[in-house]
């Protein structure tokens, strides 16, 4: 058995856990839910070694577990997959998984002969991996998290850790991972998965643990609870989703896309020819399963990359948030205010002919802290010692306080909890109604057919756009992973 017994842990004044207990069984799937901030990443990085405790100890088996050693944790059969993809960028996907259970322990190392297993246990999983000799940098945020996995189970361990390992899978990739987690539980292997989809938790999991606020506040099973009791308990109050209008009349165009093009060093076509437009006041929505060019559209859209061909054309300023808050859209070790002021208004509105007015801008951020309820300490607090949701937070306020024409989002809710999720949704529309065109890019099906008004199908670099009584999900789920009608 795992066990947590009276965990408690602090990063400086904030109480990320609090004497948490918490246990979970050979052959049982144990789902943790929580809002962010409650303490479920921290509780995992403990288990995991990645973290010492302040008070408490963990154990496997009635025998301690050695404090802040991931090395201890994986020799005593714990593996963990974390919400941000631990891999090194500038190596190949072989190599990174050749550093896990896939290395031969020889002296020369077959790299043919990692891939080649690895190839083996994705198909069981069923997935591809990419081309050979492919770097991690170049890889989309769901396929790191696929070689995550794989390196967990490479290591063939009795205690699986997994934290928000389905945000990023298709509708229809997720019945054959959580078929995956089923048959990893009859092998008798303990489970933990942390999870914000409370449907999931409900399908799959054989007991559920709530936290809040750093305390376990209820420990329940499918059977006793329901979506709505997991939600109340993990916020203390009652969520309701934003409507999302009925009628929509959006105005002139303010983004416009023509037959843009994107090619690789190989004439591939990544990008074939998108043409698309969005208008004030309305939030369109582009759906498809991660790889198939939403990445690129978005870098081109920022100005990261120049398009091979084709147009984009912009009658306001433009925000963009991109999918991976930790690489791409924070500065880990600057504090939040000075994150902030990157956005170049944020900036101009703290600066006097050319000098930076320090406390304007922590009063800036201070406000926005508030007004986004990002949960820290202060704007001195370093981003890195936010929890994930908080961070996206930090992120959408940002974009939103930079007063932007037209705002584009990659993912924005992975790894969001409901009552976050919520709350961003609804900063979206208000956006819409005020004006502001958006245009949201997600992997998650649900959270598109929530807010947009208008759907686009992105599958293989090609779009198409949905008819606006289109909005069967299974159907849409085909599109995405590629069916034709």
């Known amino acids: 058995m795992l066990r947590a017994i009276a965990i408690t842990k602090r990063f400086g004044r904030t109480l990320a856990l609090d004497r948490v207990d918490f246990e979970a069984r050979p052959g049982e799937i144990h789902a943790l ?37 991931p090395r201890a944790a994986l020799e005593a059969g714990i593996a963990a997959v974390h919400q941000s993809p ?3 960028e500038r190596m190949t996907w072989e190599e990174n998984l050749a550093l896990g259970g896939f290395d031969t322990g020889t002296e020369l190392l077959d790299l043919a002969d990692v891939a080649a297993r690895a190839r083996t246990l994705a ?233 930076l007015n320090t406390a304007r801008a922590i009063d800036l951020s201070r406000n926005l802290i508030e007004r986004f309820r990002i949960r820290a300490p202060g704007p001195d607090t370093i981003a890195g010692a936010l929890s994930g949701g908080n961070r996206q937070r930090l992120e959408v306020a940002r974009a939103i306080a930079s007063r932007p024409q037209v705002i584009v989002a990659h993912n924005i809710c992975r790894g969001l909890d409901l009552g976050a999720t919520a709350e961003v949704h609804r900063t979206i529309l208000d956006f819409a109604a005020s004006g502001g065109a958006v245009l949201l890019i997600s992997s998650d099906l649900d959270e598109l057919l929530a807010i947009c008004g208008r759907l686009l199908i992105i599958s293989s670099g090609k779009i198409r756009e949905t008819s606006p009584g289109d909005r069967d999900p299974e159907r849409l789920g085909l599109l995405m992973a590629g069916a034709r009608d």
């Open 123 to 355: 198909a069981n999983l069923g997935f591809d991996l990419p081309p050979a000799g492919t770097t991690v940098e170049n890889r989309s945020v769901a396929e790191r998290v696929r070689l995550e996995v794989l390196r967990a189970l490479s290591f063939n361990p009795r205690v699986l850790i997994l934290d928000e390992p389905t945000s990023v899978l298709a509708p229809s990739q997720l019945t054959a991972f959580l078929d995956l987690l089923r048959n990893l539980r009859g092998e008798g292997r303990i489970v933990v998965l942390i999870t914000h989809k409370l449907a999931e938790a409900i399908a799959v999991a054989d007991r559920i643990t709530v936290l809040r606020r750093g305390r376990v506040v209820a420990r329940t099973t499918p059977a006793e609870t329901t979506e709505e009791k997991l939600a109340g308990l993990m916020i203390g109050e009652l969520v309701t989703q934003p409507a999302r209008p009925a009628t929509a009349n959006p105005g002139a165009p303010v983004l416009q896309i023509e037959n843009l093009t994107l090619d690789d060093r190989t004439g591939r076509k990544i990008l074939d020819q998108l043409s698309f437009c969005v208008a004030a006041g309305e939030v369109a929505g582009i759906a498809g399963v991660d790889g198939n060019g939403q990445t690129e559209l978005v870098e081109l859209l920022a100005g990261v990359r120049k398009p091979s061909g084709g147009q984009i054309a912009s009658s306001g300023a433009m925000a963009v948030i991109p999918q991976n808050r930790d690489l791409d859209g924070l500065i880990l070790d600057m504090r939040l205010w000075e994150n902030l002021i990157l956005a170049r208004p944020l900036r101009q509105q703290v600066t006097s002919r050319g000098w």
């Open 86 to 88: 631990m891999l090194f």
């Open 33 to 69: 839910v929580g809002e962010n901030g409650a303490g479920k990443t921290t509780l995992m990085n403990v288990l995991a070694g990645s973290l010492a405790p302040d008070n408490g100890e963990a154990m496997l088996d009635d025998v301690p577990l050695q404090a802040g050693s």
